[in-house]
Structure formats: C-alpha cells, structure tokens
C-alpha cells in the first residue's frame, strides 16, 4: 500500500478527470477548450478548501504537458521563485501553482510579474480568500481568468468515493472493502462539498473497520464515529465567515425565518458570538428601524444575554431576537435619511447655523446676535408636547426633506406625524 494519503493519489492527471466544477472546466466551457487546444491563461482560483483548486491546477498541467512548479506562497521565499525563473530559461515556459497566493509579499510580486506579463511563467493562483480583496491587484491584472469554485455536489463526492473504491492502482481497489451504497452516499453527504475531506473519510472509516472473512467490513457506527460537524470550517475571520454574516442579515431582511436561522447556526458554530452579537445589533437598527422601535432594544437585551451566558446557551437567547426581527415591520429610512446629509456635508452642501440656535449660555452672546430661540415647551400642541413655528436648518438648506417615511409598522404613526408636522411649517 502506497504510503501517501488515499486524497493526493487521486489527484486527478488530466481534465477530463476532474470531478464537479463543470461550469468552470466542463466541457463546454471556454477554459477547458482552451486546454485542450494547448493555451493556458494565467488565473486564480477561489475557494474554500478541498474542492478542487489544486485538481484543477496539476490536471491542466497533466493535459498540457508544460512543466509544472508548486510553491506554498506561506513559505516560499524570493530564491524560489529566482528558481522559477531560472527552469523559464531551460524550457522556455512553465506553469507556477502558488497556492495561498494572498500571502505573496510585494517583493515576490515585483520580481514575479514580469515574467508573468511576458507570458514565460503561466501563472495558477489559488486562495481561499476573496481575491477582489486580498490578492494584490497587480496580480489580478495579469490574470486572464478569476474562477470562483463551489462545493461539490453530493452526487460529484459519491462518484468519487466510488472511484477511488474500485481503482486498483491509485485507489483501494486491491483491498476487498464491503460497503454499501447507501453508506458511500452518506460519506459523501457528511463531507459537505469537500472532496478531499470526502476521500480522507473513507480512507479512515475503512482502516477503522474490523476485518471479518478477510474483508473490511464498513458499519454505520464506524462512519458516525468519524464524521463529526460535518459543515464547519474553521476560517473563522476568512471570506466564508463574512459571507455567512452577509447571507443572515440579508435573510432577516427578507423576513426568511428558517434561512435567518441557518446562517444563525452555522456562524455560532464558528464560536465567533461577538462578531454575529454585532451584526445582529446592526440588522435591528438598519432594517427594522423606525417600523419597530422596541426591537433595538429586545436585540440589545439578547445580545446581553448571549453575552452573560456564553455558548452554547448564548444560542437560546440569539434565535428569539432572530425569529422577531425576520417577522418585524421593516424600515430602513432613519439611517437613509442621515446618510443624505452625510452626502451633502461631503459634497459642501452647508450653510450658516442661524442665529437663534447658536449657544446663548454667555455674556456677550446677545452683542453677537445669538437670541430670539423659541422654547417648543412654551407652546402646547394637543398631546404632542409642545412645537412652534421656527427654522432650524440653515437659511440656504430649509426646504430640504432628507427623512422618506416609509408606511411600516410603528412607522406609520410616526410618518403621519412627521407629515403633519410639515404642513404647520408651510402654513
């Protein structure tokens, strides 16, 4: 038995071994044919771990032909790439894998980009970061194609399982293994997407099963033991985690319950509670807003709460706040109407504070014209309080109307007032 992992054996040698990732080098794609007939684009590859970023890389070489260098762009330093460099001008062209390329420093950078510009090194970056932010933009420029991949189907993991399982040469073909399909599509489904991970299991679960009449023997107690948390990764500041955080508050605001509490779940089982406590607080206040006022309040209990009682508990108190704020009024106007202004001050669009509203609280305030504020409290309005005719805004700015009521919820009453409000001042 070879003594390398059952995952790297079956790295696949050629392109038309690739499994999954069809739309980026399915046969019908533009990449595989350019492959196919000898053109290789320099490109990053984007991911998370385990679906094929790597595969991709050492099968187009294997199609190709071109020499093949990998570096780990974590370790290598400025001579390895010089050692590229050097192998150009023996063969004319090579194909350089970095993987983790975000990490390359600008001194690699520098030194490699010309090469990759002149076309003798073919550059395959591979991350599992979002390259738009991570990888320097020098870089990206020189790279024809930016592929972002996906999880594998379960279908494309059971295909592979049933591959590795039956090739003797690479796989676990010579070893007489017993199992059924059904566990070989329940493997595949608790690999989550991830092809390696899904051929590490099996490799695993076989070498953890009692030999009976010669054979491996596979149970399903064998493969529960071994498959634990199946959909956690632990990048837990990495692009996926941001993108879960992104997809909850936009499920909450599509008042999506259960998608809400799956994006929920799978942030808490990161163990990052501060990071989802912060966007829950945010989500309260950016879109449920002025339409439910007591809901900022109710999250920021919750997020107390969660905060008191730690995790696993902290979950208790997170899905009532969740649950309550995707079946809330929803309102996004308060903060709408503030960055109006923002917008406006950054553009230079001020004026004057008017005279009346300046501080009076000092003597010689009156020499300067600060006066003639009237006090709202003097003058009653039914149940509202008290309101009086006067301007507030600068003299050049009164007409402005950065508020848009929305007709929501809580909201409603407040924008009748508002309009209301509006019309005394015209009158």
Same mark, same amino acid.
């Given at each position: 038995?070879?003594?390398?992992?059952?995952?790297?054996?079956?790295?696949?040698?050629?392109?038309?071994?690739?499994?999954?990732?069809?739309?980026?080098?399915?046969?019908?794609?533009?990449?595989?044919?350019?492959? =196919?007939?000898?053109?290789?684009?320099?490109?990053?590859?984007?991911?998370?771990?385990?679906?094929?970023?790597?595969?991709?890389?050492?099968?187009?070489?294997?199609?190709?032909?071109?020499?093949?260098?990998?570096?780990?762009?974590?370790?290598?330093?400025?001579?390895?790439?010089?050692?590229?460099?050097?192998?150009?001008?023996?063969?004319? =062209?090579?194909?350089?894998?970095?993987?983790?390329?975000?990490?390359?420093?600008?001194?690699?950078?520098?030194?490699?980009?010309?090469?990759?510009?002149?076309?003798?090194?073919?550059?395959?970056?591979?991350?599992?970061?979002?390259?738009?932010?991570?990888?320097?933009?020098?870089?990206?420029?020189?790279?024809?194609?930016?592929?972002?991949?996906?999880?594998?189907?379960?279908?494309?993991?059971?295909?592979?399982?049933?591959?590795?399982?039956?090739?003797?040469?690479?796989?676990?073909?010579?070893?007489?293994?017993?199992?059924?399909?059904?566990?070989?599509?329940?493997?595949?489904?608790?690999?989550?997407?991830?092809?390696?991970?899904?051929?590490?299991?099996?490799?695993?679960?076989?070498?953890?099963?009692?030999?009976?009449?010669?054979?491996?023997?596979?149970?399903?107690?064998?493969?529960?033991?071994?498959?634990?948390?199946?959909?956690?990764?632990?990048?837990?500041?990495?692009?996926?985690?941001?993108?879960?955080?992104?997809?909850?508050?936009?499920?909450?605001?599509?008042?999506?319950?259960?998608?809400?509490?799956?994006?929920?779940?799978?942030?808490? #089982?990161?163990?990052?509670?501060?990071?989802?406590?912060?966007?829950?607080?945010?989500?309260?206040?950016?879109?449920?807003?002025?339409?439910?006022?007591?809901?900022?309040?109710?999250?920021?209990?919750?997020?107390?709460?969660? #905060?008191?009682?730690?995790?696993?508990?902290?979950?208790?108190?997170?899905?009532?706040?969740?649950?309550?704020?995707?079946?809330?009024?929803?309102?996004?106007?308060?903060?709408?109407?503030?960055?109006?202004?923002?917008?406006?001050?950054?553009?230079?669009?001020?004026?004057?504070?008017?005279?009346?509203?300046?501080?009076?609280?000092?003597?010689?305030?009156?020499?300067?014209?600060?006066?003639?504020?009237?006090?709202?409290?003097?003058?009653?309005?039914?149940?509202?309080?008290?309101?009086?005719?006067?301007?507030?805004?600068?003299?050049?700015?009164?007409?402005?109307?950065?508020?848009?009521?929305?007709?929501?919820?809580? #909201?409603?009453?407040?924008?009748?007032?508002?309009?209301?409000?509006?019309?005394?001042?015209?009158?």
């Amino acid at each position: 038995m070879n003594g390398e992992p059952l995952a790297y054996r079956m790295r696949p040698t050629n392109i038309d071994e690739i499994v999954g990732q069809k739309e980026i080098i399915g046969k019908h794609t533009s990449l595989y044919k350019m492959i =196919k007939n000898g053109y290789v684009p320099s490109m990053l590859l984007y991911g998370e771990p385990g679906i094929g970023k790597t595969s991709i890389a050492y099968s187009i070489a294997g199609t190709t032909k071109i020499p093949f260098i990998a570096l780990n762009a974590t370790t290598a330093g400025k001579k390895d790439v010089e050692a590229v460099v050097d192998e150009t001008r023996l063969t004319g =062209k090579v194909i350089l894998f970095l993987d983790e390329i975000h990490r390359f420093n600008k001194a690699q950078q520098d030194y490699l980009l010309p090469h990759v510009e002149r076309g003798d090194i073919i550059l395959i970056g591979a991350t599992t970061e979002n390259p738009f932010h991570d990888v320097n933009p020098a870089i990206r420029s020189r790279c024809g194609q930016i592929k972002q991949l996906t999880r594998l189907s379960t279908e494309d993991l059971q295909l592979l399982l049933e591959r590795a399982l039956h090739d003797e040469k690479k796989g676990l073909g010579k070893l007489p293994i017993q199992i059924s399909s059904e566990q070989i599509q329940k493997i595949a489904f608790g690999s989550n997407g991830d092809a390696r991970r899904s051929l590490t299991l099996l490799e695993s679960i076989v070498f953890a099963s009692t030999k009976e009449n010669g054979s491996f023997m596979i149970k399903d107690e064998t493969i529960n033991n071994i498959i634990d948390r199946v959909g956690v990764y632990g990048d837990k500041k990495g692009s996926n985690f941001y993108n879960l955080l992104s997809s909850l508050q936009k499920s909450i605001r599509g008042s999506d319950v259960d998608a809400a509490l799956y994006y929920l779940g799978h942030l808490l #089982e990161t163990g990052d509670l501060t990071a989802v406590n912060r966007r829950l607080l945010v989500t309260a206040y950016e879109d449920i807003g002025l339409a439910n006022t007591s809901v900022g309040n109710n999250v920021l209990s919750a997020v107390t709460a969660s #905060e008191r009682l730690g995790l696993p508990e902290a979950r208790i108190p997170l899905s009532v706040a969740v649950i309550e704020m995707c079946l809330s009024s929803k309102s996004n106007s308060a903060y709408k109407a503030l960055d109006r202004v923002i917008e406006e001050i950054r553009t230079g669009n001020v004026g004057e504070i008017p005279k009346h509203l300046r501080d009076g609280h000092y003597a010689g305030s009156k020499v300067l014209g600060h006066e003639g504020y009237k006090y709202p409290h003097d003058y009653p309005l039914g149940t509202f309080g008290g309101w009086v005719q006067q301007d507030y805004l600068p003299n050049n700015l009164k007409e402005k109307n950065y508020y848009k009521p929305i007709e929501a919820g809580e #909201e409603k009453r407040l924008a009748a007032i508002y309009h209301k409000l509006q019309q005394f001042k015209k009158s």
